[in-house]
């Protein structure tokens, strides 16, 4: 009696053991599970962010980036965005900022020579030998101080009397004050028979006028630049397509000399 209560016992307890070993083979088949890693295929740069995450790595962050990318918050990145600088303030050093608005205390009371053309860069652009000559009635309005300004006038002829060059240049406290003086000085060559003739584009700030003088055409430029306005006209050979753009580029370069702040 005592053995088939033994062998009974010993067939229940396998029972119980086949019908637990049924049921976890059961349950890991499971529709609710996740997945298995095992054999899932990663790139060498490991997972993704659309790969399924290893169990083993649960809890762990899915990397975005590769290993040493700085990212897009870190300066130098290829973030249209970012500053590499980490600001936004403006230059204040640049021609027209807020420095070159301030008045200068060491200003300049007179206008070097070296701010005006000479007769043998005139030369060299419109050709021929140019010499120093003296204004006439027709010159007066280029060649006349401009608002009160420190003011510097020169005459320039072709030894042939085939061209005529006459400039003037003024120096302002600021290169606020000389940009608002192209205003001015534009009205003053109006009220000499210049016609407006559009805006060239030069400098700070510019006008261009033209006139015709004795049948000849003249044309004339007003710029600031770098705290100085500059009076150019030229006639004749100066006035020739090509030349007179020459000339106003390297008088513009020139004027800068006259500047609260000089030549950058």
Do not use: K, N
Request: charged share 20%.
């Amino acid at each position: 009696m005592r053995r088939h209560v033994v062998r009974w016992l010993a067939v229940a307890v396998g029972l119980g053991l086949l019908v637990g070993g049924i049921t976890a083979a059961t349950a890991d088949q499971s529709p609710d599970r996740p997945a298995s890693s095992a054999g899932t295929d990663f790139g060498p740069d490991g997972p993704g962010p659309s790969d399924s995450p290893d169990p083993a790595l649960s809890g762990q962050p899915v990397p975005t980036l590769p290993p040493g990318d700085p990212g897009t918050d870190e300066p130098g990145s290829d973030d249209p965005d970012a500053d590499d600088h980490g600001d936004d303030e403006s230059d204040e050093d640049e021609p027209g900022g807020a420095d070159g608005d301030q008045p200068d205390a060491g200003r300049l009371t007179e206008v070097p020579a070296s701010a005006l053309l000479d007769v043998q860069t005139v030369g060299a652009v419109a050709g021929g030998s140019w010499s120093p000559a003296e204004p006439t009635g027709d010159d007066a309005c280029v060649a006349a101080d401009q608002g009160g300004a420190p003011t510097r006038p020169v005459v320039l002829t072709a030894d042939d009397a085939g061209g005529r060059l006459v400039q003037s240049v003024a120096t302002w406290p600021s290169s606020r004050a000389a940009r608002a003086a192209v205003v001015g000085v534009g009205s003053a060559l109006e009220s000499c028979g210049f016609a407006a003739a559009g805006d060239p584009r030069l400098g700070e700030a510019s006008a261009a006028f033209d006139r015709t003088v004795d049948g000849a055409q003249q044309h004339a430029v007003v710029i600031a630049v770098e705290g100085a306005t500059l009076v150019l006209a030229g006639s004749g050979t100066a006035a020739a397509p090509g030349v007179w753009e020459s000339l106003a580029d390297i008088a513009m370069g020139s004027a800068c000399a006259a500047g609260v702040h000089g030549c950058h």
